[in-house]
Nanobody, 124 residues
């Protein structure tokens, strides 16, 4: 069983930056595709970014492209989401997810494991 734990959320002003981390307990994430999703109050969960097992391929939602960067350090386990130029509309609970597949995916239904979420609040 893979248990994912996110960290790094918080409150920042618009234009600021945050870096989220996702680590797995019990095993490494080295051979898992991984992704970040978010859910704002009253809205459905949406795809943010995804990365394949090696880190060689990434994908982003149009709303965050050019501002967010997903990366991973398989030697140290975590998957990161660097968020720059944050906007008020980025406010949400951010979830890390992992799938038992080497490839990335935009679909939350294709992920097997989820973290508990970390709150990101952007004030204007």
């Amino acid at each position: 069983q893979v248990q994912l734990v996110e960290s790094g959320g918080g409150s920042v002003q618009a234009g600021g930056s945050l870096r989220l981390s996702c680590a797995a307990s019990g095993r490494t994430l080295s051979f898992y595709g991984a992704g970040w999703f978010r859910q704002a109050p009253g809205k459905e969960r949406e795809f943010v970014a995804a990365i394949n097992w090696s880190g060689g391929r990434t994908d982003y939602a149009d709303s965050v492209k050019g501002r967010f960067t997903i990366s991973r350090d398989n030697a140290k386990n975590p998957v990161y989401l660097q968020m720059n130029s944050l906007k008020s509309e980025d406010t949400a609970v951010y979830y890390c997810a992992a799938r038992s597949d080497l490839r990335l995916s935009r679909s939350g239904n294709e992920y097997d494991y989820w973290g508990q979420g970390t709150q990101v609040t952007i004030s204007s």
